[in-house]
Nanobody
Framework: QVQLVESGGGLVQAGGSLRLSCIFSRSISSFNFMGWYRQATGKERELVAAFTSGGSTNYVDAVKGRFTISKDNAKNTMYLQMNSLTPKATAVYYC????????WGQGTPVTVSS
């Protein structure tokens, strides 16, 4: 069993930045997949950024160059740095892992005003 708790969401103006955090309840050093997803109102949940097996990172095209996924194994924490935010980034952001089963956090809302 793995618990995930996100934080860091909020209201920001277009062009601003936010950093999301996801704390895991167990060591993430051996996790082979963990990432950030988002779900906007009326839309399907989509992958934003992820660490995949081997430690490589993937980003959806819409965020490349503006969002950065990172992690701190010592703190069992994954981050998503989001820069140059646009209203299209408005959504609930979830962290997820497929290690030791499939687990989701409760989500943290991000609202970007124009």
């Amino acid at each position: 069993q793995v618990q995930l708790v996100e934080s860091g969401g909020g209201l920001v103006q277009a062009g601003g930045s936010l950093r999301l955090s996801c704390i895991f309840s167990r060591s993430i050093s051996s996790f082979n997949f963990m990432g950030w997803y988002r779900q906007a109102t009326g839309k399907e949940r989509e992958l934003v950024a992820a660490f995949t097996s081997g430690g490589s990172t993937n980003y959806v095209d819409a965020v490349k160059g503006r969002f950065t996924i990172s992690k701190d194994n010592a703190k069992n924490t994954m981050y998503l740095q989001m820069n140059s935010l646009t209203p299209k980034a408005t959504a609930v952001y979830y962290c997820h892992t497929r290690s030791y089963g499939r687990y989701w956090g409760q989500g943290t809302p991000v609202t970007v005003s124009s």
